[in-house]
């Protein structure tokens, strides 16, 4: 089984709404966790969001202006702040994994599977930095293939539902960094 790391392999997955990212991420998740590695994931939401429920006491907490609210058990913690926190500092505090799978924070510059359901998502491999792999709708594989002279590099194409070489490219991506240090 592999050590955890205090430097993770971070991995974005990026793309628009509904194109699968959620997927993808719990696909990896379950591979990478099947193959002994420790696993972060983190999600950006660009609406708000709600965790907690009304009348608990941890909502209670929230209400009467505390910045930040944690609860814990013997099985999880969560930890609630009223306020966005920059990717890094995530990482940098809860990081200490083998892997972090990042779904969304498009303009970080990390690593990224880009999901492509559509024609206008292909502009997101011109537009976005470190593209690694591009993850296609079985409809747009020809597509893309047909664009990908325009791209900076020539990356990976997989179809959405083809997880196992996600999963390698990562594996050897997070294998080669370790071999680094």
């Not at 991420?25 to 983190?42: D, F, I, N, P, S």
């Not at 209670?60 to 944690?70: E, F, M, N, V």
């Not at 966005?84 to 690593?111: C, M, R, S």
């Not at 997880?163 to 997070?174: D, G, T």
Request: charged share 25%; with cysteine.
């Amino acid at each position: 089984m592999p050590e955890p790391t205090n430097d993770p392999t971070v991995i974005q997955i990026v793309g628009y709404k509904n194109t699968g990212k959620t997927t993808v991420v719990c696909r990896l998740t379950e591979l990478l966790k099947q193959g002994g590695y420790t696993v972060a994931t983190m999600k950006h939401d660009a609406h708000d969001f709600e965790m907690d429920k009304e009348g608990t006491d941890t909502w209670r907490h929230q209400q009467a202006g505390a910045d930040l609210t944690i609860i814990t058990s013997p099985h999880q913690t969560a930890i609630l702040q009223k306020r966005e926190t920059p990717l890094e500092q995530l990482i940098q505090a809860w990081g200490h994994v083998d892997f972090v799978l990042v779904e969304g924070f498009k303009t970080a510059n990390y690593p990224k599977f880009i999901l492509v359901k559509s024609e206008q998502d292909i502009d997101l491999v011109r537009t976005l930095h470190k593209p690694i792999a591009i993850i296609a709708w079985p409809d747009m594989l020809d597509a893309v293939s047909a664009r990908q002279q325009s791209f900076r590099a020539k990356q990976p194409v997989f179809a959405l539902n083809d997880i196992e070489p996600m999963y390698r490219l990562i594996q050897q991506a997070h294998s080669r960094r370790l071999a680094l240090d």
